[in-house]
């Protein structure tokens, strides 16, 4: 921890916020502090605002091969020290190491992908309709952008942004999320480390997100917002956003439906849920968060993922063994707890866990409720916790229904082994994302996003970097 970066990176140096604030960074297995980090200001906001505007017109005439190579000299640093990086993770955020340790690898391939992009970068000529005037059509980074990420994927939530920024040619301003600034810090060291220019990544960590965010959406230098969060604050920034009229790519919240059909293979489908639902202790946006399954399996799908989510070992990531972390702070226990008392005084039917653990640290035991009812909180707002919430359903024409009544649509899981009834079901659902006898969708090779209250664009994919480049075209009439 004493080796990782705690001040602010700006224009290629680490430098302490304008008025010397700090704010303490938490171990949420045990309440403690482990770090400070540098706490910026409006100003420090503006010198970074500064450094990344600076060096955008340089950054952006660079050769698509230079920028490919620090992707991919990034990518491999990163590889080299997955278990540094994990463990720092851990520290600050909580999930079990060995998912850290994946998380590492994820983050890392979106600058092995992004480093292949980079070279691919296309343009066009054409003849118009006319047959006079020619078309060139050319790709421009859309500018200096902003990216505000949040604390439950500390790396990947960064690569997944700075991977196509860095590929596009545009410059940034990193804000992370306040419970998870060193892995964000982290981040820019090794970049730095793999050749990035000064100026082009610039990373502000706050305890103000308020006052360092909004100068910089409305000012009209920055160029694009490119956020990952709740929808609630996804909103917000979005307002913020109209001023200026930024480009902006929003990942926000998810309520994603699990469904399991009379035809699907119950032990699959268990296996599916417990990656789908405790992924990252379930605060995850692609959680599953409303397991429907087919009234002739409920009973046993219910009592079978009872069995394995009671199995589980609950304490500090860093221990050996342990398999759910504690949750990120008071207030995302506080809330899980809230949602579960709502709906057991609801008739919900506790089958495994529901009691908060004593002691220090955020803990919350996997807990799973049958006999849900829908007028239940929980299956109108994310859980954030590892709480699978069982109900029954008769038809196919009934769950597509129910699972779309909602104003999210992130991603939906399917379970069937039925080809047709996949594809059927796999069209009809309302999200942006479908996982067909998988519980994990989540790939830097595919298009990650939402669509209604989930989000705006894509992240990841081909489509990835379009979210930071522009056209430009030059019509050239032909004498
Ligand atoms: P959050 O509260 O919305 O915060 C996200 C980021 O926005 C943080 O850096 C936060 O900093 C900042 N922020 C909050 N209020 C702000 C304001 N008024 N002005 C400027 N910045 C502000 O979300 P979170 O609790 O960190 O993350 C969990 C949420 O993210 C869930 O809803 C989850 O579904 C969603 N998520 C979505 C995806 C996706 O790809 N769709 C992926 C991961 C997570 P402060 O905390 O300092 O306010």
């Not at 309520?255 to 417990?274: H, K, L, R, S, W």
């Not at 609950?314 to 990120?328: C, H, N, R, S, Y």
């Amino acid at each position: 921890m004493n080796d990782v970066p705690k001040q602010l990176f700006i224009g290629g140096s680490w430098r302490d916020a304008a008025d010397a604030a700090t704010f303490p960074v938490d171990d949420p297995a045990t309440g403690l502090v482990i770090a400070r980090v540098a706490d910026a200001g409006p100003k420090d906001a503006r010198l970074a605002e500064e450094a990344a505007v600076a060096a955008q017109p340089d950054w952006g005439r660079t050769a698509p091969r230079e920028r490919s190579e620090i992707l991919r000299r990034a990518y491999e640093i990163m590889l080299s020290r997955v278990d540094e990086l994990a463990l720092l993770m851990t520290s600050e955020m909580g999930k079990p190491l060995a998912q850290a340790r994946g998380e590492v690898a994820y983050a890392a391939e979106f600058f092995r992908w992004f480093a292949e992009e980079a070279v691919r970068i296309d343009g066009g000529y054409g003849v118009l309709p006319d047959g006079r005037t020619r078309m060139v059509l050319m790709r421009r980074p859309v500018g200096p952008c902003l990216l505000v990420t949040p604390w439950n994927f500390p790396l990947a939530m960064g690569t997944r942004k700075i991977g196509p920024a860095i590929a596009a040619g545009c410059t940034m301003v990193l804000k992370p999320a306040p419970q998870t600034p060193l892995s964000a810090l982290a981040l820019a060291g090794i970049l730095r480390e793999a050749g990035l220019p000064d100026g082009v990544l610039n990373v502000v960590t706050t305890s103000r997100a308020g006052e360092v965010v909004e100068p910089l959406l409305r000012g009209g230098r920055i160029r694009k917002l490119s956020f990952t969060g709740s929808t609630e604050v996804g909103r917000l920034l979005l307002a913020q956003c109209a001023d200026a009229v930024l480009r902006t790519s929003m990942e926000l919240g998810g309520n994603a439906p699990f469904i399991v059909f009379e035809d699907a293979d119950p032990a699959a489908a268990v296996d599916g849920a417990m990656t789908a639902k405790l992924r990252n202790m379930g605060e995850a946006c692609t959680a599953a968060n409303r397991f429907f399954v087919h009234r002739s399996l409920a009973g046993e799908f219910g009592r079978r993922l009872a069995d394995r989510m009671g199995a589980l070992v609950v304490g500090p990531g860093t221990a050996e063994g342990v398999d759910i972390g504690p949750l990120i702070d008071g207030a995302g226990r506080a809330k899980v707890e809230d949602l579960v008392a709502d709906a057991a005084g609801r008739g919900a039917r506790v089958l495994t866990g529901g009691i908060t653990p004593d002691g220090p640290g955020h803990f919350y035991p996997p807990t799973v409720l049958t006999e849900v009812h829908p007028a239940s909180r929980l299956m109108q707002t994310e859980i954030f916790g590892p709480v699978a919430a069982v109900l029954v359903f008769d038809d196919e024409d009934e769950v597509v229904r129910r699972a779309d009544d909602t104003p999210w649509g992130l991603v939906g899981y399917v379970y069937t082994e039925g080809l047709d009834r996949a594809l059927r079901v796999g069209e009809r659902l309302d999200v942006g994302m479908v996982g067909v006898n998988t519980g994990l969708v989540s790939n830097p090779a595919a298009p990650f996003g939402g669509i209604k209250q989930s989000g705006l664009g894509r992240e990841g994919g081909r489509v990835g970097i379009e979210e930071f480049l522009e056209y430009k075209y030059l019509a050239v009439p032909v004498r």
